[in-house]
């Protein structure tokens, strides 16, 4: 690829910025200097200096946030600050997207991409990629409401009972659910369905990937191959779904 593209392709400027960039010496490609924004440059594994700050060449952003409540999941945001302003520039210019969305008042993890195949793959509901959250409910926590989570609760709008693919009890006021879909306010409407009402709600993990405990809340990290396939599988405590007929 071109010099200049793969600064392009990185969030690193427009097409003129780039081309400026390389030119006036501050960019190194793999340690090395290139002055001509028109080289071509394999990309695999590149190391990328601007102004002495380094890049790695990612053809695709993959990244986890840890949303802090009070974030809107869009770029144009109505009551709320939006979740693009805890990312950085060159991630924006990417373009990445959210990976399905969390409530203004909803925490935890939340993925970001500029992958349309991946994050298609994990908001399909026919995916059946498990999303756990951590509920703090507003009246005691019930084996009757686990009961109902569990077998399926009619919601309105929706053709046929949900029911949730695992559910415990953490506390007298907590429990731990897993979604495999991740339609508008689900586990809100599901707590309500079942006859009790969220007050704070955490996602914990999306399919096996589990928020680092280390990752502050409004901070962000990047994707790695081995937190990509986590994403794939399924938590051990949370059993498979059962075959559909
Ligand atoms: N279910 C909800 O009700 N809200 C969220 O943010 C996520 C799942």
New binding site residues.
Partial sequence: MQAYRILQSQGLGSRRDCRDLIRRQRVLFDSMLVTDPEQELACDNLELSVDGQAYRYRQYAYLALHKPAGYECSRQPRDHASVFSLLPETLLRRGVQCVG???QD?TGLLLFSDDGGFIHEHTSPKKQIG?T?RVTCKHPVTPDLIEQLQTGVQLHDEPAPISARFCRAVSEHQLELV?DE?KY?????MLAAAGNR?ES?H?SAVGGFVLPDDLAVGAWQWLEAEELSALKTHLENAPSPSPQP
């Fill in positions: 969305r969390l409530d909803t999303k959250y979604i991740g306010h689900q586990v809100k409407r969220v709600l996602r």
